[in-house]
Antibody, heavy 124, light 111 residues
Framework: QILLQESGPGLVKPSETLSLTCNVS??????????WGWIRQSPGRGLEWIAS???????YYNPSLKSRVTTSLDTSKNEFSLRLTSVTAADTAFYYC????????????????WGQGTLVSVSS | QPVLTQPPSVSGAPGQTVSISCTGT?????????VQWYQQLPGTAPKLLIY???NRHSGVPDRFSVSKSGTSASLAITGLQGGDEADYYC???????????FGGGTKLTVL
């Protein structure tokens, strides 16, 4: 079983950058069978996929967020990160990292293990 | 608005069977993309229940089953237990949005 744990500030000011890190245990970030995903959840927007990253750099981003999202992955630390720029109140949400089983055709991939989530509030 | 449509709530008595629908379009479920189902217990993260349309994730009892037809899918839970009280979400891929997408979630109440 893969265990994931998010970390990062719980409060970010409007227009600033949200930064989160996900530490992974029980799985390798350089696995060819896994992408590593970010998903957020808010009352207004429900569950929303943000990004999926691969150790080779072949990443996928939600087109609606792509212009504001940067991701990175550090195999030596077994962690991956999310940066979301120019945040507004609409970015207030629980942010989850998850392992995404990536065998076969891309649309068939699924999120099999999730971190516990971290609440990020955007407020001055 | 969520891309996949689910009823906001369903309820049933212990031992009964409930069903949760998930309706999409020709750009997601109707495009024959797989549907996944997740369970979110109160105050916790979503957990994978069903993947690849019909496959139960490890440890998921066979009281949980699914069906899929056209642009819709459905999760059935038989022999309802108090521990089944949770929010349930369907998930697929949308080729028009080029995104993995989720339903709005259904709150299951065990009476």
């Amino acid at each position: 079983q893969i265990l994931l744990q998010e970390s990062g500030p719980g409060l970010v000011k409007p227009s600033e950058t949200l930064s989160l890190t996900c530490n992974v245990s029980g799985g390798s970030l350089s696995s060819s069978r896994y992408y590593w995903g970010w998903i957020r959840q808010s009352p207004g927007r429900g569950l929303e996929w943000i990004a999926s990253v691969f150790y080779s750099g072949n990443n996928y981003y939600n087109p609606s967020l792509k212009s504001r999202v940067t991701t990175s992955l550090d195999t030596s630390k077994n962690e991956f990160s999310l940066r979301l720029t120019s945040v507004t109140a609409a970015d207030t949400a629980f942010y989850y990292c998850a392992s995404q089983y990536a065998s076969g055709w891309t649309p068939l991939w699924y999120f099999d293990f999730w971190g516990q989530g971290t609440l990020v509030s955007v407020s001055s | 608005q969520p891309v996949l449509t689910q009823p906001p709530s369903v309820s049933g008595a212990p031992g009964q069977t409930v069903s949760i629908s998930c309706t999409g379009t020709s750009s997601n479920i109707g495009a024959k993309y797989d549907v996944q189902w997740y369970q979110q217990l109160p105050g916790t993260a979503p957990k994978l229940l069903i993947y690849g349309n019909f496959n139960r994730h490890s440890g998921v009892p066979d009281r949980f089953s699914v069906s899929k037809s056209g642009t819709s899918a459905s999760l059935a839970i038989t022999g309802l237990q108090g521990g089944d009280e949770a929010d349930y979400y369907c998930q697929s891929y949308d080729r028009r949005l080029e995104s993995w997408v989720f339903g709005g979630g259904t709150k299951l109440t065990v009476l």
